[in-house]
């Protein structure tokens, strides 16, 4: 039984600490260091291993001062982006142990070229790829790109918790209204992330199959989302609908 929290660090980042019963764990994705050692310190937890989904700071500044705080944990990271620290280089289909659990990595690129993410035990942290209610920016990668990644984590079972790496729910929900006002799955979600924002909860995990109803990125073969993206362009079939969604969102 693997128990995960969450380490706000910065405005809104999530780093994610994956525990087992003995005090031991392994956090992903740490942008900065010192909330991460004043958390292990005050709970007395060890640190075994980081995970890093894709080079950016807000996911690896952390990782050289974690390091020197606890020299020989393993740092497992994406082959294909080079990250000073990574001690293990892992690629889509490659599997790794998590305290005795195994978790596949999955090829994710389309935010990043190399961006990857942690599947198993029915959880998976997917960085900047897949957030509640939105999807990650194209920095590196393509449309296409990316939306062959959103479409391998929208095919996972429903249950599946998805940890990403950001609170970004409540922006994300404005444009997802403004593509798909009439949606009352939306209106409903719109009005729970109200609620917990407003007692300074998190919104995240979310789940794949709460995302499938309410998120625009995953729903681009939806009826009302295709006529709100009908003035930007005649190529109306899932991957021309989430290109202009992408861009939209872009100046939205
Ligand atoms: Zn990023």
């Not at 039984?1 to 994705?29: E, G, T």
């Not at 949606?183 to 995990?205: G, M």
């Not at 995302?211 to 003035?231: G, W, Y």
Request: glycine share 8%; hydrophobic share 40%; with cysteine.
């Amino acid at each position: 039984m693997l128990n995960i929290k969450s380490i706000p660090a910065f405005r809104d980042n999530y780093i994610w600490l994956i525990q087992n019963r003995d005090q031991h764990c392994v956090i992903v994705d740490p942008g900065e260091a010192g909330v991460v050692i004043d958390y292990l310190e005050s709970n007395h937890l060890t640190l075994d291993a980081i995970l890093i989904t894709h080079h950016h700071a807000d996911h690896t500044g952390g990782i050289s001062e974690l390091v020197r705080h606890f020299p020989h944990i393993n740092v497992v990271g994406p082959a294909s982006e080079a990250i000073p620290g990574i001690t293990h280089s892992v690629a889509g289909g490659d599997q790794i142990e998590i305290f005795g659990h195994t978790f596949r990595i999955l090829d994710l690129k389309g935010h990043t070229l190399g961006h990857i993410g942690y599947l198993g035990e029915s959880l998976v942290f997917c960085g900047d790829t897949l957030f509640s209610a939105g999807c990650g920016r194209l920095f590196e990668g393509t449309a296409e790109e990316m939306w062959h990644s959103l479409q391998k984590l929208s095919a996972l079972p429903d249950d599946t918790k998805v940890y990403c790496a950001h609170e970004y729910t409540a922006s994300n929900l404005a444009f997802a209204l403004a593509v798909e006002p009439e949606n009352p799955e939306l209106q409903a979600y719109r009005d729970e992330v109200n609620r917990l924002r407003a007692h300074h909860q998190p919104t995240v995990p979310t789940t794949i199959g709460l995302e499938k109803k309410v998120n625009p990125f995953l729903r681009p073969d939806q009826a009302e989302i295709i006529k709100s993206v009908s003035d930007r362009t005649s190529d109306l079939d899932p991957l021309s609908v989430f290109t202009v969604l992408r861009e939209w969102k872009n100046e939205f």
